[in-house]
Each structure stands twice: as structure tokens, then as C-alpha cells.
């Protein structure tokens, strides 16, 4: 749903009103033999192979093919990356290897094992080195043969690659390109990996995502998860930590000593890290939706979601105390003349990111409405291509209507003052009618008293107060966010005492496995958001004490066509909270019942006791900065 619709204009008569757009100060590399990539506020640093600088063009495991070093966002740093090598003893950032074979069931490089002592094998990204008497191992500095030459065409939002070899390993031989891409939010890697060689080879590629967020150690604010549960494989052991126990309907911390635990489809870090083994993790068999991971730092509100079309085999997680690096590991066999096509995408957030913003002001207004009809009709490479502009979902290197109608459907979207779909202040001092302060959908008091007395005084301004028994607000006609879309609740709360039960906040939806939406007060006195078969809630602090409360639930999920309740995150006094139970469920929201405030739907279900004061429902993903300000304010 939109509030505002509008069409293009000339850049001429847009001129005359929006104002010129700014260019930005180029950004400048750090590190040693890179360049740098942009697109609006996403700022990449690549390592450049024709540079004597350049650490990877020298052999022997990572691959000088598009070896990103440093990922900024809206000035947030989302990589380890330090300038002089630091702990890893390499600059950190997303490297490229293949060929790993640290376990008995991952291959080796392309001919190792066919030949002996000083026989030639295939590393592919590097070229050809030469072996030893020993079992390979990634870590062992083997004399070079033939580094493979790499070649790169550079443009302002992308790089192309292409790496040959004159030569080959006893019949083994490549090509591999890579294209990379930077588009507003996001790395678009595409690569071709095609046998040249005379002999049918298998290979894995992976890259080592060391992952750190604005320079944050690695504890209770981090998690790694998946849009499925995680399980295991004939070859590894399930990983099931002690520390979490089956309690009702779902897990529950009772031991927080351990370093990190897994809660269905989650890692959880629960102190800072040290330094932990590396994880397998799988997919479980019958699992067909997309092959991606998540990771978060949940105080500062920055996540990097990682997608690969070729889908992985398994996943390794590597953490130490200055990074976490999760490994989709992908294999690919090609007969001789063969080639392999896949994409690896990276979408990053800073929680107020706007992926539509073109110009980068923190607001979707007339200014990006310029910018791109200033680069209507064009594609890379072409004078007045614009890659912010690229703005439709996926991008697609034109500037057209799917960018236009992108834009039109986040209009006078604000990344710092976002605009509520409705927002009831409850600041009425008379009658029984609750106003919808930005929209029309006004609330009937239902089973209150005609004496005025519910008006009282609130966190800001006035608030309404409900007794507990049949109190509560019908928002007539109004069904809520429906579906699987994102989606944000805040409001302020105090309860009557200390509950004994649940207690409803806010509920809409249908009441049906996965269809429900309801917002309450557990009865542990904890926020709690129920789909109606699953559920999660936070950890920390607990809301149903009395005192006044400002809690917040979003809906921000890893894959947009199927939403899981791993999915909410939950916020009181500003502050995204943690785990403390949850039952994982999808969430396919109903459009059949009303908003209730202080209510959940049905004639026995309980009702709220207490306070509630500036209710708001946003139809978007609402960041931690916002929802900080919303406490403050």
C-alpha cells in the first residue's frame, strides 16, 4: 500500500523544483593495491591484480580475482579488514579459494592425486603449483608453475575479470571470469567457470567471509541464521549444545556459560569469542528454498545476507573474537570443454539503509526522482548511467520502468523519521472514538465506561487504560500488514501490577496456524510475538513490572517469500533484545480479523491490564535507530 502515486517528468521541469543533485566526494582506497566501486552509499574496496601491491597475485591459496578487502555502508564498516595484515596475517575481507580439501569428503585441487612428488596440479584462482609427498593441505606454500594471468576492465560500479593459463597440469586447465558488481545495497558477483583442459575435473569453491561490524567483538550481539533448520550429515555429528532444553513449546536458555549455541535455525553467540572450530552446518534433505545465510550484529542494527544460485553443499562457520566467517561451499564438475554459471549476492544494512535512495540524503524525495530521470534509458557504460539509480529488485543494468515503480512504492519513505501507515496517539480527553493521527482508520472503544475515565494521563501526552476484563480498541475495516510483508509495531505499555497470564497488546490476522499476529505480554512477563503456531520472545527484560515500557516488533525477513518467526526482532526501552524462547513457524499473516489493541481475537481470549500509549504500525522494516529515537523521544 502507497499513500502518494506520481509520474515522470523531464529532467528539465524537475529541475525546477527538485533542485540539482550534488556529485559525492570520491572516496579514496585504504589498503595497498586496490581500487575502489560505488554505488550511492555502498562503497567496496578490491584488490587490483596489476597492482605490485596487490597480496593475492602471489600464489598459493586466494585467488587475485575480485577479492573484495573492505565493504562501507552509510560509513559502516562490515568487514575485517585491517591495513597491515593483522591476526589472520593477510588483509581480511571476502577472499576467494578453491579447493580447500580440509575434510575427507571435500575434493582436492584437480590433480593432486593422480600424479607424485613434484608432479603439477591444478589450484584454481591461483594456477599451477606444484605438489610434495604429503596429502594436500590449503596451507602449505607449494612452488608455483604458472600463476595464472588475470586480466580487469574497471568501471566506477563494477569490475570484470578474466583469468586464463597458458599451460596445463597433466590435461587439467581453466578459465574462470567473475563480474562484479555494485548496486546501492548490495555485490552481485557473477562468475564462469569453464574446463579448457583435456580431463573432467570436480572443484570447490568458497569464500571466506570474515565478517565484523564497525569494528565489534563477536559476542552476546552477534548471530548467524538460516531460513531452514540446520542439521547434519551421514559424514559429521549433529551439533546440539547441553545448554538449551526443550521447555513447553519451545527451547529455552538454562546454562549461558558456553560461547554459542544453535537454536533450531540459528547461531547464537552468547559471550565474546575466543575462538571456535570451524561448524558444518546443513541443509536438511527436503529443503528447496533459497541457499542463504544471515549475519547480524543486533546493538548496532548491521546485517550482511549472503545468496548463492548454485546451491551450497554444506556451510562451515569460522568465528574468532575479531571476526565471523560463514563458507557456503559449492562443487562444480566439468567434463572438458564444460562451463559452470552461478551468482553469489551480498545485500547489506545498516538498519535506516534505503536501497531507493539515489542520492544518498536518507529520504526517497524529488532529488532521486531527478537523478533518475537524469539517467532514463541507460545502461553501463553509457554517459549518463546512474548505478544508484538501478533501483528495481533485481537490478538489472537499465534505467526503465521497474526502477521508476520501485521508486513510486517507497516515496517519502524517510530512513530516519519514517512515516507510520497509522499511528493512534490515544490523546483523546472524551468519547469513545480513538483518532488515527496520519490515516483513517480510527478505533471504536468497545466495553468501556461513558464517563471519560480511561483518558489518562500517558508516556506522551495522554494514553488509554484498560481493566483487564473486556476493555479493548476495534480498529473497523483496518486488517492490519497482511501476508508475508515486512512490517513494524511500536508502542508504549505499562501493566496493572504484575500479570499472572498473557497479556494482548495488539493482534490482527486470522486464527490459523502462521495467520496470527499478535503482540503481548507473556507469562513470564517477557514481550512475546505468536503467529499462532510458533512463536518467539525477549530475553533481558522483562515489560509486565509496572512500569512504563517501549516495546517493538519487526518483521525483517531473510527471505522475503517465506518469513519465519527467527525472522521478529524484538525490542524494549529501545534496545533489541535476544532469544529467550522461541518455536520456529512460517508466518503468512491473515486478512480476515480487525486490528485489536488490548485484545486478542475471540470472546474468552484475555484482555490487557493497564496502559498503552502511541500505538504505530508501519507497512516496512523499521531500523534500530528509529525505534531508539521512538524511546527517547
Known amino acids: 500500500m502507497q499513500k502518494t502515486l506520481f509520474c515522470l517528468l523531464p529532467a528539465t521541469i524537475l529541475g525546477a523544483f527538485c533542485g540539482t543533485v550534488c556529485a559525492a566526494d570520491s572516496p579514496q582506497p585504504v ?38 578487502v573492505q565493504v562501507r555502508l552509510n560509513n559502516r564498516e562490515f568487514c575485517y579488514a585491517p591495513i597491515n595484515g593483522g591476526t589472520l596475517g593477510y588483509i581480511g575481507g571476502l577472499p576467494m579459494e578453491f579447493d580447500i580439501g580440509q575434510e575427507s569428503y571435500q575434493p582436492d585441487p584437480p590433480g593432486y592425486n593422480e600424479g607424485s612428488n613434484g608432479s603439477a596440479f591444478l589450484k584454481i584462482g591461483v594456477g599451477i603449483l606444484r605438489r610434495n609427498s604429503s596429502a594436500y593441505n590449503f596451507s602449505t606454500s607449494y612452488p608455483v608453475v604458472e600463476l595464472a594471468q588475470t586480466i580487469t576492465t574497471w568501471e566506477s560500479d563494477r569490475a570484470h575479470f578474466v583469468q586464463t593459463l597458458s599451460g596445463t597440469a597433466n590435461g587439467h586447465s581453466y578459465k574462470l571470469e567473475e563480474d562484479v558488481i555494485v548496486k546501492n545495497d548490495r555485490i552481485l558477483m557473477h562468475y564462469v567457470l569453464t574446463n579448457t583442459g583435456t580431463k573432467t575435473f570436480s572443484t570447490e569453491q568458497y569464500l571466506h567471509n570474515f565478517l565484523a561490524f564497525s569494528q565489534k567483538t563477536v559476542g552476546p550481539d552477534y548471530r548467524v541464521y538460516f531460513p531452514y533448520n540446520v542439521t547434519t550429515s551421514p559424514q559429521t555429528r549433529q551439533w546440539v549444545p547441553p545448554e538449551l532444553q526443550l521447555v513447553g513449546r519451545g527451547y529455552h536458555f538454562v546454562d549461558t556459560n558456553p560461547p554459542m549455541v544453535r537454536l533450531g535455525n540459528m547461531i547464537l553467540y552468547t559471550k565474546t569469542i575466543t575462538s571456535v572450530p570451524k561448524t558444518w552446518i546443513y541443509k536438511p534433505d527436503d529443503y528447496s528454498g533459497p541457499d542463504t545465510i544471515a549475519v547480524e550484529q543486533s546493538d548496532i542494527g548491521q546485517r550482511v545476507i549472503i545468496d548463492s544460485t548454485l546451491r551450497s553443499a554444506y556451510i562451515g562457520i569460522w568465528t574468532t573474537s575479531y571476526q565471523v566467517s560463514p563458507e557456503q561451499f559449492v562443487v562444480i564438475t566439468l567434463a572438458p570443454g564444460e562451463h559452470a554459471t552461478f551468482t553469489r549476492t551480498y545485500r547489506f544494512s545498516t538498519g535506516q539503509s534505503l536501497p531507493q535512495d539515489c542520492t544518498g540524503d536518507g529520504v526517497i524525495n524529488g532529488g532521486d526522482l531527478l537523478a533518475l530521470s537524469s539517467a532514463w534509458l541507460t545502461a553501463p557504460g553509457q554517459t549518463s548511467w546512474d548505478s544508484s539509480c538501478d533501483v528495481s529488485d533485481p537490478p538489472d543494468n537499465w534505467i526503465d520502468n521497474k526502477d521508476l515503480a520501485a ?88 501493566t496493572r501490577g504484575t500479570p499472572t497470564g498473557t497479556s494482548p497488546i495488539i493482534a490482527w490476522g486470522r486464527n490459523h496456524p502462521g495467520a496470527r499476529w499478535l503482540l503481548e505480554v507473556d507469562e513470564d512477563q517477557r514481550l512475546r510475538l505468536s503467529c499462532g503456531s510458533g512463536f518467539i520472545s525477549a530475553n533481558e527484560q522483562q515489560i509486565g513490572d509496572g512500569d512504563w515500557r517501549h516495546v517493538a516488533v519487526v518483521l525483517d525477513s531473510v527471505d522475503r517469500q517465506r518469513p519465519l518467526i527467527s525472522d521478529v526482532l524484538l525490542y524494549v526501552d529501545g534496545r533489541r533484545r535476544t532469544v529467550y524462547k522461541m518455536q520456529e513457524a512460517e508466518i503468512d499473516t491473515g486478512n480476515v480479523e480487525n486490528v485489536c489493541i488490548g485484545a486478542a481475537h475471540g470472546p474468552d481470549n484475555p484482555k490487557f491490564a493497564g496502559t498503552i500509549d502511541e500505538v504505530m504500525i508501519f507497512d516496512r522494516i523499521v531500523g534500530p535507530t528509529v525505534i531508539h529515537q521512538a524511546y527517547l523521544h
Open 31 to 68: 589498503h595497498a593495491g586496490t581500487r575502489i566501486l560505488r554505488s550511492g552509499n555502498l562503497i567496496v574496496e578490491v584488490g587490483d591484480p596489476d597492482s605490485s601491491d596487490c597480496r593475492w597475485n602471489k600464489g598459493l591459496r586466494f585467488s587475485p580475482v575480485a577479492n573484495i
Open 407 to 494: 521508486l513510486g512504492r517507497a516515496w517519502c519513505q524517510d530512513g530516519i523519521r519514517p512515516m507510520p501507515w497509522a499511528h493512534w496517539p490515544l490523546n483523546e480527553t472524551t468519547g469513545l472514538v480513538a483518532a488515527d493521527s496520519v490515516g483513517s482508520y480510527d478505533g471504536s472503544l468497545v466495553a468501556f465506561s461513558g464517563d471519560d475515565s480511561q483518558w489518562v494521563t500517558g508516556r506522551v501526552g495522554g494514553a488509554l487504560e484498560f481493566d483487564g476484563v473486556d476493555d479493548y480498541v476495534e480498529i473497523d475495516g483496518y486488517r492490519g500488514v497482511a501476508g508475508k510483508g515486512p512490517r513494524t509495531v511500536l508502542v508504549w505499555v505499562r
